[in-house]
């Protein structure tokens, strides 16, 4: 069983920054793709990005290529996401996913493991 607790979310204004964390649990972390998604009210979760297993590949969704970066330390079992230029439409519950296969997917049901989310809103 892998937990995912993310941490870091809040309040910002808009063209403010947040970087997320994602703490796991579990020594195979360095095996995991691991992805981050968001879902706002009444919409569809959203893959937003995610990396490989040992971080050497990334993929990003088209709104928040650059100005979101995934990343992760291993040794600390931890994938982050660093979100600058932040606007209003950027809020939403963000979640960190685990992807057994170590690809860097972007589809949801690709993932196994799902952390309980981290609100994040941005006001205008």
């Known amino acids: 069983q892998v937990q995912l607790v993310e941490s870091g979310g809040g309040l910002v204004q808009a063209g403010g920054s947040l970087r997320l964390s994602c703490a796991t649990s579990?020594?195979?972390?360095?095996?995991?793709?691991m992805g981050w998604f968001r879902q706002a009210p009444g919409k569809e979760r959203e893959f937003i990005a995610a990396?490989?297993?040992?971080?050497?590949?990334?993929s990003y969704s088209d709104p928040v290529k650059g100005r979101f970066t995934i990343s992760r330390d291993n040794a600390k079992l931890t994938v982050y996401l660093q979100m600058n230029s932040l606007k209003p439409e950027d809020t939403a519950v963000y979640y960190c996913?685990?992807?057994?296969?170590?690809?860097?997917?972007?589809?949801?049901?690709?993932?196994?493991?799902w952390g309980q989310g981290t609100q994040v809103t941005v006001s205008s």
């Open positions: 990396i490989s297993r040992a971080g050497i590949y990334t």
């Open positions: 996913a685990a992807d057994f296969t170590g690809v860097p997917r972007t589809d949801a049901d690709d993932y196994n493991y």
């Open positions: 579990g020594r195979t972390f360095s095996s995991y793709a």
